[in-house]
């Protein structure tokens, strides 16, 4: 089972960035897409971003629209998650996953996840 791994969360007032990492052992050849989630305390899971490996074309979820940014490196096999204009209401636990065969309209259930980074952002 190829292993996600995310970092780069932390501690970081309003207004600021962060750049989360999701590193995989190989995206291009094993999974058609790769998402990003996050899950506030108490609060369900909420689809943040998707990336299609096969095309490069990306989705955001409105409230972060303008705001995050889904990039990949090849090379690295590691996805990112550009975070800039950071809000109190982005705060929570961060996660990537990845699937083997859907695409991002798909909204599926995901193969493979990461076990999380932590977010937290004061006011």
């Known amino acids: 089972q190829v292993q996600l791994a995310e970092s780069g969360g932390g501690l970081v007032q309003a207004g600021g960035s962060l750049r989360l990492s999701c590193t995989a052992s190989?995206?291009?050849?094993?999974?058609?897409?790769v998402g990003w989630f996050r899950q506030a305390a108490g609060k369900g899971r909420e689809g943040v971003s998707c990336?299609?490996?096969?095309?490069?074309?990306?989705h955001y979820t409105d409230a972060v629209k303008g705001r995050f940014t889904i990039s990949r490196d090849n090379t690295k096999n590691t996805v990112y998650l550009q975070m800039n204009g950071l809000k109190p209401e982005d705060t929570a636990m961060y996660f990537c996953?990845?699937?083997?065969?859907?695409?991002?309209?798909?909204?599926?259930?995901?193969?493979?996840w990461g076990p999380g980074t932590q977010v937290t952002v004061s006011s």
């Open positions: 190989r995206f291009s050849s094993d999974y058609s897409i």
């Open positions: 996953a990845a699937d083997r065969w859907a695409s991002c309209a798909d909204l599926p259930p995901y193969d493979d």
């Open positions: 990336m299609s490996i096969t095309d490069g074309s990306t």
